[in-house]
Structure formats: structure tokens, C-alpha cells
């Protein structure tokens, strides 16, 4: 029973800070002090009501234009909306801060906090890539300011991590048009990944299809074309075999090696022939 009282004080108590809390808000938003409402905004704020700071410093963007106390309240209102997850707006508005206080005391940590959270907004791999682009521009633009900062270990984690999701999704872009049997396309594309992405983790695959390709391509060939192609296949294999001596896609580029080998020396039989045939004739 005098547990059930506490409790029920507690509550009531509760109820009536709650109260006040929302009349003090309330009678500040009206408020035409801005000072007032920058000390309540800077309250609400280290207690992470983020909604209710984010509403104050907005209304005091505009009383603080011109002054010193303006970079503050940018900052914070930044902050607020980085809190409340709205990630493209505090970007924007990190970036608002160090574009208008270039040399002000978090400048640096403002435009690191830009190209964060353009890394938040960044999507999945097989979504547009557009933010991600946007991500990495600015994760460029922070290391040429500040090459020396704190944050680069987190600019690099980051860069590698949207470097990443580009070189998965060219990875299965390059690996579709092999399993679709474009082998003259697949060619181009899975080198293009390596060229652009060299340290992707499935670079041995991307090789191995690029040798395969190049056996397949050779074996759909129009005749005229076969010479040329086995000799780039037996190339590719040869590059390969030397770069992975112990991959485990040897065993079978080996046997459509020879598969191949087979083709081209019956593909000269006939040229031969067809040569004897017309010197006879002559």
C-alpha cells in the first residue's frame, strides 16, 4: 500500500513538471526575448529534446543574422536535426556554418559533420548511387582542407565503405552481362572494375570470368575471328596462372584450356584443307 502511494505521488509529480515544462515552452516560443529563448534552446538541447531545441534556434536564426552569437546557434540548430536523424538538413546546415564561418572554432568539425551525413544518406548498393557520389565529393573536399584532422581515420573507414557499395554494385553490373552470355561486353565491363575499383575484394572472380569469357567469346566465334581470340583466351589464362598459381578456378580454365586447344587446331585442319583443295583446283 505505501508502494502504491509513492508511485502515484511519483506520477503526479511527473504530470505537473511535464505541465510547466510545457507552459515554460509555450510562453517562450511567444517569446520576443531572444536571449530567453537561446537559454531554453541551449536547455532543451543538453537534455536532448532535440524537437523542441531545433524549433527555438530556427526562430532565432533570423534575430541572430549578422551577430557572433549566429554561429553558435547554427551549430546547435545543425545539431538538432542531426539528433532528430534528419540528415539531409543538418548536412545542409553544417555545411551553411562552414561556408559562413570558415575560420570560426568548429569549422572543421562542421564540414566533417557534412560529409557524414551525406555517408547516413548514402543507399544501399543496388539503389541509386547518387548519394553516395555526393558522400564521397565531400569526404574529398574535407581531407584537402584538413589533411591533418582528427576525423581522417573515420574519412577513410567511411570513403572505403562507399567505395565499397560503387565496386559490389559494377561487380554484379559487369558479372550480369556474362551470365547473360555477352561475352565481348562482359569483357570490357569486368575489366573496367578492376581498372576502377583494383582493391575489390572479388577481384580473382572478376579475373576468372574475364579469362572465361574470353574462351567462351572464342568458341562462339565467326571462323575469321577464332585466331585472334584463342590467342587473346590463351593470354588471359597465361596472365591469370602467373598472378594465381594456387587459385581454385584453375582446374577448370585448364579443361576449357584444352577444350579450346582441341577447337582451334581442328579449326586449322579445315583451313588446310580448304587451302589444298583450292591449290588443286588451281
Known amino acids: 500500500m505505501y508502494q502504491m502511494k509513492i508511485k502515484a505521488v511519483i506520477f ?12 515554460t515552452y509555450q510562453k517562450t516560443l511567444k517569446n520576443t526575448d531572444p536571449a530567453k529563448k537561446l537559454e531554453l534552446a541551449q536547455y532543451y538541447y543538453n537534455k536532448k529534446d532535440y524537437y523542441r531545441a531545433s524549433t527555438l534556434f530556427e526562430q532565432l536564426q533570423d ?36 561556408e ?20 547516413l544518406e548514402s543507399q544501399v548498393w543496388y539503389l541509386d548511387p547518387t548519394d553516395t557520389y ?3 565529393e565531400a569526404i574529398k573536399l574535407f581531407v584537402s582542407v584538413y589533411s591533418n584532422s582528427k576525423y581522417i581515420p573515420e574519412c577513410n573507414i567511411e570513403m572505403d565503405k562507399l567505395r565499397g557499395k560503387l565496386a559490389y554494385k559494377a561487380y554484379k553490373n559487369a558479372k550480369l552481362y556474362y551470365l547473360t552470355r555477352e561475352y565481348k561486353s562482359a569483357i ?12 575489390i575484394q572479388q577481384k580473382e572472380e572478376l579475373d576468372y570470368l574475364t579469362v572465361k569469357s574470353y574462351y567462351l567469346l572464342f568458341e562462339n566465334s565467326i571462323d575469321k575471328k577464332k585466331e585472334d581470340r584463342y590467342n587473346e583466351a590463351v593470354l588471359s589464362f597465361q596472365q591469370f596462372k602467373t598472378e594465381y598459381p594456387d587459385s581454385k578456378y584453375l582446374p577448370e580454365l585448364k ?18 584443307i580448304s587451302k589444298e583443295k583450292e591449290e588443286q583446283k588451281s
Not at 541572430?64 to 543538418?90: D, R, W
Not at 568548429?106 to 560529409?115: H, P, V
Not at 570490357?188 to 582493391?199: T, Y
Not at 579443361?255 to 588446310?272: A, D, G, P
Request: charged share 15%; net charge positive; proline share 2%.
Open 12 to 23: 503526479f509529480i511527473s504530470i505537473f513538471v511535464f505541465s510547466c515544462s510545457k507552459n
Open 255 to 272: 579443361k576449357l584450356s584444352y577444350k579450346s586447344e582441341v577447337l582451334i587446331n581442328k579449326h586449322h585442319l579445315r583451313n588446310n
Open 188 to 199: 570490357v565491363a569486368l575489366q573496367n572494375v578492376i581498372k576502377d575499383f583494383p582493391e
Open 134 to 136: 555526393k558522400a564521397i
Open 63 to 98: 534575430a541572430y543574422s549578422g551577430t557572433s552569437t549566429a554561429e553558435k546557434v547554427t551549430y546547435y540548430s545543425a545539431y538538432c536535426n542531426y539528433g532528430l536523424q534528419n540528415n539531409l538538413l543538418a548536412g545542409y546546415q553544417f555545411k551553411t556554418y562552414y
Open 100 to 119: 559562413n564561418f570558415p575560420t570560426g572554432q568548429w569549422a572543421e568539425e562542421c564540414l566533417y559533420m557534412y560529409s557524414h551525413c551525406l555517408f
